[in-house]
């Protein structure tokens, strides 16, 4: 779980999902039970972007940024939350 931190405050967080593992590009992946598993719901967020192997929502409310992403293929699906490419 790799952190970014600017001074005090953490404005970069990634997670793997092993569980997910393996994914491929090409698969669809369903975001509801991904973005469950950390106890985030989708009524919380907006979608922006969806590819299959690539999903960016905002929080609005939280000033976040939620990106569900495959890497590679064969990579666990990976969850990153970030403040500093909020509206980017």
């Given at each position: 779980m790799p952190l970014e931190a600017?001074?005090?405050?953490?404005?970069?967080?990634?997670?793997?999902l092993k569980a997910a593992a393996p994914h491929s590009q090409n698969q669809e992946f369903d975001l509801e039970p991904i973005l469950g598993a950390l106890r985030i719901g989708?009524?919380?967020?907006?979608?922006?972007?969806?590819?299959?192997?690539?999903?960016?929502?905002?929080?609005?409310?939280?000033k976040l940024k939620v990106g569900v992403f495959c890497f590679y293929d064969g990579a666990p699906l990976t969850v990153a939350f970030s403040s500093k490419y909020y509206g980017v």
């Open positions: 600017e001074g005090n405050f953490i404005s970069y967080v990634e997670v793997d989708l009524t919380e967020l907006d979608l922006e972007r969806k590819k299959t192997h690539y999903h960016a929502c905002y929080d609005h409310r939280r």
